[in-house]
Nanobody
Framework: QVRLEESGGGSVQAGGSLRLSCASSGDAETRKCMGWFRQAPGKEREGVAITYLNGGTTIYDDAVKGRFTISQDNSRNTVYLQMNNLTAEDTARYYC??????????????????????WGQGTQVTVSS
C-alpha cells in the first residue's frame, strides 16, 4: 500500500515562495512516477509537475514553468515542489500523486490525473494579492 502525505502549505503574499513536501512509503516500484496536482474551488484537478525515475523525466504545466521546480530525495522518500513568484491564481489545494509509470503523461507531455493511482490528502496554498 502506497501512502503519501503532503506538508508545507500555508498563506503567502503574491510574489512570495513556498516549498511543498510529499513523504511517501510503500512499494517503490509503484512510486517511480511522482506528481503534484492542484484543485481550486469549483475547478477540475489539474497537473502541475511530474518527475519520473528521480528526475530522469520532468514535465511542467505551462502555467508554472519557470516558477515551480519539482525535485526528489530518494534517501528521504520525499518529493518537493518549490514554488516561487506565487500569484493569486496559484491558490488551490495541492495534492501529491504516485504511479508506476504515468505512461500517457510521459508520451503526451500533458499531465493527466487519470495516469495516477495513488493520492495524498492535499495541503492548502493560499496566495493573497
Amino acid at each position: 500500500q502506497v501512502r503519501l502525505e503532503e506538508s508545507g502549505g500555508g498563506s503567502v503574499q503574491a510574489g512570495g515562495s513556498l516549498r511543498l513536501s510529499c513523504a511517501s512509503s510503500g512499494d517503490a516500484e509503484t512510486r517511480k512516477c511522482m506528481g503534484w496536482f492542484r484543485q481550486a474551488p469549483g475547478k477540475e484537478r489539474e497537473g502541475v509537475a511530474i518527475t519520473y525515475l528521480n528526475g530522469g523525466t520532468t514535465i511542467y504545466d505551462d502555467a508554472v514553468k519557470g516558477r515551480f521546480t519539482i525535485s526528489q530525495d530518494n534517501s528521504r522518500n520525499t518529493v518537493y515542489l518549490q514554488m516561487n513568484n506565487l500569484t493569486a491564481e496559484d491558490t488551490a489545494r495541492y495534492y501529491c500523486a504516485a504511479d508506476r509509470t504515468c505512461l500517457n503523461t510521459r508520451l503526451s507531455r500533458r499531465i493527466s490525473k487519470d495516469d495516477f493511482d495513488y493520492w495524498g490528502q492535499g495541503t492548502q496554498v493560499t496566495v493573497s494579492s
